[in-house]
């Protein structure tokens, strides 16, 4: 009997007897609209209908006294909008901008729509200073909503909706792990260790984005599906086998008014590389005609560090994480079809670098009373900043390490991210205006987002936001040199949206 079987047998002969049952959960319809016209299709798609999602979720706690078992189960169904019907005609060989044409014959709702047991673990304690939780859970580690370096433990689904999704716990994959947790009280903290012993699923490791062509494919790549065109995840690669146990431990204290944190974590490298045909990482069988898909696995050794400086009236968090081993593609003059100074779609094909990687996060969080009381607010406005850097130890310009494969555009030795968030509130918290945004200080563009959420009573939700992005360059199919010019907010040009979700929760 599997795990999953064992558990839901002992929920429901439970539930007889617990002392406590709880129900809750959302439905929720989110709805979003083409801001421009993606240079994909032939079609004008400017103010389409990008997605109709609708999605159930619940959540099921039973309480038994000694143990706590929890179930949370997701569900979600699009509608195939003619946006949707647009890019399915260039994937099915229909009119086409740029060559993308996948011709798989496959309907794009089969990669949006999904219904599974996201979650199920129980909880008990052994004595007074240990807490474990067994099952498929979700943990975070670090001090950061958006370029994680410590919260590495698991991937994150943004097939269906890129990093826009502000409640992470939404994207991120949960684990099949054992969570426990021990205090020490005598040293003023307590002891995290997690196993993960390697029983989930393929699909469950590492970030996964847009590679089969839809609305979150990276421009000018709507329409082309990688999986169609002799690629393949290959989560068996000695590298970076599924199968593998990972894990970690986190010490959590407090100390002189500061709360602190160091830790280990053997993990997968988050987002996948490419292990080339042409070109096979350390002998490795290929198992796509073009390529492989992998993580190889990494160690992650993280410190936090936050605390209230009373001189700015101000909360201050700093997090570093050691990645050993993180992952890169290489190569742009690699001679697969290559000119110096003009690509034509596959650079990084050299094959897989790895470099040791410090990621830092410098986050201030502050409230504003000036700016609530010129705009009217109910209280202090909630200011964050936040910098991220990316740092390449041992970096040399001539390995030509590549943002992205199929972008020609060299990786840096540092690369700078600062975003930012400001905050308000009115009619006692029932409306909140928001403003994020962010900046990329080595490649060029950003992003902005104002947003507004309503409460309804206890049970309804209504969320208003426009995603808009800004590049430095992006990439023109009619001149594959602009390949050069392209990082991370170029693979976004004409996808700005807006963004509408209504829930009902219970």
């Known amino acids: 009997m599997t795990g999953l079987a064992v558990l839901a047998s002992a929920l429901l002969s439970a539930s007889a007897y617990a002392e406590g049952i709880k129900v809750d959960g959302y439905i929720r319809e989110g709805v979003s609209i083409n801001l421009q016209d993606p240079i994909e299709t032939a079609t004008n798609d400017q103010y389409k209908v ?12 039973a309480d038994t006294g000694p143990v706590v078992f929890s179930v949370k189960a997701r569900a979600s169904r699009e509608i195939r909008t003619s946006y949707l019907k647009d890019l399915e005609a260039i994937r099915f060989g229909g009119p086409t901008v740029g060559g993308a044409n996948a011709g798989d014959g496959n309907s794009l709702g089969k990669a949006y729509n999904e219904a599974e047991l996201r979650e199920w673990y129980a909880d008990f304690s052994l004595g007074e200073r240990i807490k474990a939780r067994i099952g498929k859970q979700q943990v975070a580690w670090g001090e950061t909503d958006f370029f994680a370096g410590n919260d590495l433990i698991h991937g994150f689904d943004y097939s269906w909706r890129s990093f826009l999704e502000s409640a992470n716990e939404e994207l991120r994959k949960p684990l099949i792990m054992a969570n426990i947790n021990i205090a020490v009280p005598e040293a003023g903290g307590s002891l995290q260790v997690l196993v993960r012993p390697g029983l989930d699923r393929r699909k469950d490791i590492g970030n996964t984005y847009d590679l089969f062509g839809g609305r979150w494919a990276n421009q000018p790549n709507k329409g082309l599906d990688f999986f169609a065109n002799g690629f393949k995840y290959n989560l068996d690669n000695p590298e970076g086998n599924y199968k593998k146990t990972t894990g970690g431990v986190r010490w959590n204290g407090l100390s002189g008014g500061l709360n602190y944190s160091v830790s280990y974590l053997k993990t997968f490298n988050p987002d996948p590389v490419i292990n080339p045909a042409f070109a096979p990482w350390k002998g490795a069988a290929i198992q796509g005609g073009l390529g492989d898909l992998i993580y190889p696995t990494v160690d992650v050794f993280g410190a936090t560090i936050s605390g209230y400086a009373p001189v700015v009236d101000a ?8 990645i050993k081993h993180y992952a890169f593609n ?5 001679g697969y079809g290559f000119l110096s100074g003009s690509t034509s779609g596959t650079a990084g094909f050299s094959g897989i670098t790895q470099k040791n990687v410090i990621r830092t996060t410098v986050r201030m969080d502050k409230n504003l009373a000036g700016v609530s009381q010129l705009l009217g607010a109910e209280k202090p406005a909630f200011f964050s900043v936040q910098v991220f850097d990316t740092w390449i130890q041992n970096y040399k310009s001539s390995e030509q390490i590549v943002n992205l494969v199929g972008f020609g555009q060299a990786r840096k030795e540092h690369s700078t991210i600062v975003t930012g968030i400001l905050g308000l509130s009115y009619n006692n ?9 962010g900046v990329d200080a080595t490649y060029g563009g950003g992003f902005i987002v104002p947003s507004v959420s309503f409460e309804f009573g206890n049970n309804w939700r209504l969320k208003t936001e426009m995603d808009l992005f800004w590049n430095n360059g992006s990439r023109n199919p009619g001149n594959s040199a602009t390949e050069r010019d392209t990082a991370l907010f170029g693979y976004f040009n004409k996808n700005s949206q807006l963004y509408t979700s209504l829930t009902y929760q219970f």
């Open 50 to 61: 990008s997605m109709a999602r609708s999605t159930a979720r619940i959540n099921l706690e």
């Open 429 to 437: 918290g029932k409306i909140k205006p928001e403003l994020v945004g």
């Open 330 to 334: 290489y190569g742009y003059d690699n």
């Open 315 to 322: 909360v201050f968090s700093t997090e570093m994480a050691y």
